[in-house]
Nanobody, 123 residues
Framework: QVQLVESGGGLVQAGGSLRLSCVASGGTFRNYGMGWFRQAPGKEREFVAARGWNGGYSSYADSVKGRFTVSRDNAKNTVTLQMDKLTPEDTAVYYC????????????????WGKGTLVTVSS
């Protein structure tokens, strides 16, 4: 059983930055693709960014390309999401996700979810 704990959410003005972190425990971290999803009020959960289980590639939703950066540190069992140039449309609860030997890009394939951290971007 893998536990994922997110941190770093909060309130920021448009154009600002936030850095989200997710610490994993209870599994072999390097064997999991690690990703971030988000869910805005009244909307479905959507993919944001991910780093594959072998760490060799990253992927992003079109809406965040060029603004968000996902990275992982296998030594610290941590995945981070650096979010720059934030807009009010980025307001959502952000969830850390893990998929065993996968990409962590498709919600239906996720094995473990964190409880989420709220990001609010004011205009």
């Amino acid at each position: 059983q893998v536990q994922l704990v997110e941190s770093g959410g909060g309130l920021v003005q448009a154009g600002g930055s936030l850095r989200l972190s997710c610490v994993a425990s209870g599994g072999t971290f390097r064997n999991y693709g690690m990703g971030w999803f988000r869910q805005a009020p009244g909307k479905e959960r959507e993919f944001v960014a991910a780093r594959g289980w072998n760490g060799g590639y990253s992927s992003y939703a079109d809406s965040v390309k060029g603004r968000f950066t996902v990275s992982r540190d296998n030594a610290k069992n941590t995945v981070t999401l650096q979010m720059d140039k934030l807009t009010p449309e980025d307001t959502a609860v952000y969830y850390c996700a893990a998929e065993s030997f996968g990409s962590s890009r498709i919600a239906d394939r996720i094995d473990y979810w964190g409880k989420g951290t709220l990001v609010t971007v004011s205009s």
